[in-house]
């Protein structure tokens, strides 16, 4: 099995009187070659579980497999090429003084990768970025240029799940369909298992089978993206959620202002 | 009976070869309604909020054959004057209310900051028209955030108390750029109800920026839709699904939506003759 499974994970942020608990007993698992989606507001703890599975939260407990490794304290190197992580905002996550080629043949190389002029033009034409992207830097890019940059670092070693830290909420509509496209098209090509997080409802539906509802810390509901988009959700909270996601209603100021 | 009427206006910007137009030629009109105003970055829908209150800095340059604020040229006054018109005629509200609060002030003194800088009003009077105001954007304990920093306040609260120091003046006309943005979504939901709420209450014309197709849809009256630098469009909020322009509609069919599914999204293919063609009129003749 080499989906992800996670049970009765907890994760938590300094200790004592400061201690955050910033995901409580959350049991979840994804199939191989799903795609998986976390939906919440901010700090419901949905990017955090994202975070404790790559291993940059040392501080939590449970138990956590990931492509068909029991997870412990420490990850090891097969572990992180078969699982990459692709961040929110492509402003921050690529160097600034790194050139593409640069970015893509240092972990090309960390990798253990020979042949890395042959893969880099590879992964830039498969995340759709011609051989004239090769020597640019970050602030010659538009938004979703270097989005598909940061997506083909994740694709270079090769991986079998890709975690999806809101790959498009900085980017204009227009080109977030593209970087969709995109992502829909590797996962077909590669069968590559996704577990995404996006605080919008719209785009979890679109890319994603399964989706779990966080609230809190907490997996409030888990649902199927029909079940979502019949708008048959269990709990309250879920339903709330979908209407705000649907659009503004005149009379709910009269809720807003009790 | 309209409030503001702007006419061919321009905002430029000088670069190191050439000269950059991030607005061209524009030319609306806002009655008592809420207008919205849609784009993707760069659109030029932000610049135009800016340039009608003249908040471009130099070397940007702002020109237009007038932009009539009840009637009075606001591009013919000196600076001193314009001051008057900021605040207390038209006010804005920014995105991020991380960046637009005083982070060394507490929430009362700027709020009553914003009062009194407009009005002649006794210490005791501007304290209680704050709490008041506090109160009118639904925070639930204004004793306590009267006295409160910005940060220990969440974004949803420092949202609404941005509101609360614009609306305090009493203007005529509320600008409101990308205005719940960086809020979650039910939170969103909660500051639009006020913005509505107030705007209605008081009879003021609201300008509201946004890249938020849907949001705008169902929050706004009458839409102009921007491309690079221009009105591209002009419709009645409702009918906004009906529009005809190929940048509208492919704006439209990009999003992924929950009602329908679709196994891949549409592209948009863009244009260049979108770029050229000329300004769309948002005026309305008053009366309509």
Known sequence: ?258 | MNILDVENLWVRFPTRSDVFDAVRGISFSLGKERLGIVGESGSGKSMTGRAILRLIRKPGMVTADHILLDGQDIMAIPERKMRDVRGQRISMVMQDPKFSLNPVMTVGDQIMEAYSLHANATKAETKRKAMEMLDAVSIRDPERVFRAYPHEMSGGMGQRIMIAMMLIPDPEILIADEPTSALDVSVQTQVLGIIDRLVQERGMGLIFISHDLNLVTSFCDRVLIMYAGRIVEVCQADKLHEAQHPYTRGLLNSLPRLDEPSKRLEVLKRDPAWREAASVSGSVSAPA
């Open chain 1, 1 to 258: 099995m080499s989906g992800i499974a996670i049970k009765n994970l907890n994760v938590w942020f300094s200790e004592g009187r400061d201690r955050v608990d910033a995901v409580k007993n959350a049991t979840l698992a994804v199939q191989q070659g799903s795609s998986f989606g976390l939906v919440g507001e901010s700090g419901s703890g949905k990017s955090t579980i994202l975070r404790a599975l790559t291993g940059l939260v040392p501080t939590w407990d449970g138990h956590m497999e990931a492509a068909g490794e029991t997870l412990g304290k420490k990850r090891s190197a097969s572990f992180h090429k078969k699982v990459q992580m692709v961040f929110q905002d492509p402003y921050a996550s690529l160097h600034p003084r790194h050139s593409v080629d640069q970015v893509l043949s240092e972990t090309l190389g960390l990798h253990g990768y020979k042949d890395i002029e042959a893969r880099v033009s590879k992964l830039l034409n498969d995340v759709g970025l011609g051989p004239s992207f090769r020597f640019r830097y970050p602030h010659q890019l538009s938004g979703g240029q270097r989005q598909r940059v940061a997506i083909a670092r994740a694709l270079a070693p090769e991986p079998v799940l890709l975690l999806l830290d809101e790959p498009t909420s900085a980017l204009d509509v227009s080109v977030q369909a593209e970087i969709l496209n995109l992502l829909t098209d590797l996962r077909t090509e590669r069968n590559l298992t996704y577990l995404m997080v996006s605080h919008d409802l719209a785009v979890v539906s679109h890319m994603c089978e399964r989706i779990a509802v966080m609230q809190n810390g907490e997996v409030v509901e888990l649902m199927t993206v029909q079940d979502m988009r019949a708008a048959k959700p269990k709990q309250s909270y879920t339903r709330h959620l979908l209407e705000s996601a649907l659009g503004y209603k005149r009379q709910e100021f009269r809720e807003a202002g009790d």
